[in-house]
C-alpha cells in the first residue's frame, strides 16, 4: 500500500514538473512572436511614414483590408495607392500601448499612436486606437486586417 502511494506521489510530482515546463516554453514562444510582431508594426509605421510601398506591400497580405479612421473600407491595392498619391501622407507616427493575443498561427494586437499627418488634404492629426489582425503564412506574419479609431480630446 505504501509503495502504491509512492509511487503516485512521484507520478503526480512528474507531471506537474513536466506541465511547468510546457507552459514556460509556450510562454517564450508566445514573448517572441509578441516582439517579432511590435518589431512589424513598428515597420509598417516607419513605411507609412517614409512611404515605402514596398515594405507595405511584404507586410500586407494581399487579402488586407483596412477600415481607417474616416470609416472608409479599402483593400491592400487602395492602401497603397493612397500613400503613393500622396491622399494619404504621414508625417510621424509613435506606437506604444501594445497588447497581443496570440492563437497559433494568428495574433491580434492593439495599441494607441499619436499621428501627425493628412488624408485627403484634411487634417489626420491625433491620437487613435488601433486593433491588427496578424496571419502566419509561409513561414511569415502578414497583417491581414486593421481599424483605426480616433481617440477624442478630453
Known amino acids: 500500500?505504501?509503495?502504491?502511494?509512492?509511487?503516485?506521489?512521484?507520478?503526480?510530482?512528474?507531471?506537474?514538473?513536466?506541465?511547468?515546463?510546457?507552459?514556460?516554453?509556450?510562454a517564450a514562444r508566445s514573448s517572441n512572436v509578441e516582439q517579432e510582431l511590435i518589431k512589424l508594426?513598428?515597420?509598417?509605421?516607419?513605411?507609412?511614414?517614409?512611404?515605402?510601398?514596398?515594405?507595405?506591400?511584404?507586410i500586407f497580405a494581399d487579402d488586407y483590408t483596412v477600415t481607417n479612421v474616416q470609416g472608409e473600407v479599402l483593400t491592400k491595392a487602395?492602401?497603397?495607392?493612397?500613400?503613393k498619391s500622396g491622399v494619404n501622407k504621414t508625417e510621424s507616427s509613435t506606437p506604444d500601448n501594445y497588447t497581443l493575443r496570440v492563437y497559433g498561427d494568428t495574433a491580434v494586437m492593439t495599441h494607441r499612436s499619436t499621428t501627425k499627418g493628412q488624408y485627403k488634404g484634411q487634417d489626420a492629426s491625433g491620437q487613435h486606437r488601433s486593433i491588427h489582425v496578424f496571419v502566419k503564412r509561409g513561414g511569415r506574419w502578414q497583417v491581414v486586417a486593421n481599424q483605426s479609431t480616433r481617440i477624442p480630446q478630453q
Do not use: F, H, Y
Not at 487602395?78 to 500613400?83: G, R
Open 41 to 58: 508594426d513598428k515597420e509598417w509605421t516607419e513605411a507609412n511614414v517614409r512611404g515605402d510601398t514596398a515594405t507595405l506591400d511584404r
Open 78 to 83: 487602395q492602401a497603397i495607392a493612397n500613400l
Open 1 to 26: 500500500m505504501k509503495r502504491i502511494l509512492i509511487i503516485a506521489v512521484i507520478t503526480m510530482a512528474t507531471s506537474a514538473l513536466a506541465l511547468g515546463q510546457t507552459t514556460d516554453k509556450k
